[in-house]
């Protein structure tokens, strides 16, 4: 049926369709019009010369003169063939090219989860926004855009890589569960399950593969910390809360600039191993450092609010 239909489109589009094969073009164009404005932009393109001719004679000029041949029929259908190749050869070229892209913005006060193509998971902070694109066929490449911070727990798939891209690095899934969270001055990513590799302007890109890994990146691609969290610390934000089990001030601290670019130091520096316990919102981090100074009784300073 497909290379019928090319066929006759080929002839359509060349003004060789009979007028029962016009009717039937129509009758595809009604049923597929998307379908037929592609083929048509693939015609259009001029990709060989077209020219009104008698199918049946061919002109040829010799030393000045000029005879006039009688064409096979087969001649004639090799040149619906050759027509019908170079039509569809840049329509491929076209659909190759031809992608769909999705863009998600979580503009709710809730978090929102999305099922990508391959069956991936994705949860988003508010405010934040994953794109994807699927070709012409609705294949997924498996790269994704994003801006603020996302949860991916990722299906694997045999030898097809998972990519997430900011607006200053690459990270590239070899395992399974990640956050990357993309803040004003720095991009922050860190490990709950699996591997990952993050490309750095580094001879070497770094590796992390240990639950509760991080690395911390400046909007300029450099380095700025690799270390370990305390995993069910950084992730709590997943369930709209944060949640403080037996952290110290100091992890919470770290945590509260290493996730939303505040830089806080307490007045007291005695203070900065007591335990913490309980729970806060996830999106008032005034309200966690009005809670910790009230807890520990010091005061503390934010030297610098991205």
């Known amino acids: 049926m497909k290379t019928h239909i090319e066929n006759l489109l080929a002839k359509y589009f060349a003004g060789e369709a009979t007028p029962d094969e016009i009717k039937k073009v129509n009758e595809y164009k009604k049923r597929h019009p998307q379908s037929f404005e592609v083929y048509k932009k693939a015609y259009n393109l001029n990709v060989f010369e077209n020219h009104s001719f008698n199918k049946n004679t061919i002109q040829i ?5 000029s005879q006039i041949y009688h064409v096979n ?4 259908w090799l040149w619906y063939a050759a027509a019908t190749m170079m039509i569809f050869l840049a329509l491929g070229i076209i659909l190759h090219l031809q992608t769909l892209k999705t863009t998600i913005i979580n503009h709710t006060a809730n978090l929102k989860e999305v099922i990508l193509p391959d069956g991936s998971k994705a949860i988003l902070d508010k405010e934040a926004t ?5 070709n012409f066929w609705g294949e997924f490449k498996r790269k994704v855009t994003m801006q603020g911070r996302i949860f991916f727990h990722v299906t694997k798939k045999k030898g097809t890589k998972f990519q997430v891209k900011t607006d200053n690095l690459t990270v590239t899934v070899l395992g399974t569960m990640f956050t ?7 991009t922050q990513i860190y490990l709950t399950e699996g591997k990952v590799k993050v490309n750095l302007n580094t ?7 240990k639950s509760g890994e991080q690395v911390i990146v400046s909007k300029e691609n450099k380095l700025i ?14 369930t709209n809360k944060i949640s403080f089990n037996n952290c110290t001030v100091k992890d919470v601290l770290d945590f509260l600039n290493d996730s939303y670019g ?6 007291d520096p005695s203070v900065l191993n007591h335990k913490l316990f309980g729970s806060a ?3 008032d981090a005034q309200l966690i450092l009005d809670a910790i100074s009230h807890i520990v009784n010091s005061q503390i300073e934010i030297n610098q609010q991205f």
Do not use: C, G, M, T
């Open 61 to 65: 000029v010799k030393d000045n003169k």
């Open 73 to 76: 029929k087969k001649v004639h």
């Open 130 to 134: 994953l794109s994807y694109q699927k």
């Open 180 to 186: 990357v969270n993309q803040l004003k001055e720095h």
């Open 203 to 209: 001879p070497q890109p770094i590796i992390l593969d």
């Open 225 to 238: 910390k690799h270390n370990r969290i305390n995993a069910s610390l950084y992730a709590s934000w997943k």
């Open 262 to 267: 505040i830089e806080a130091h307490v007045e």
């Open 281 to 283: 919102p996830a999106d």
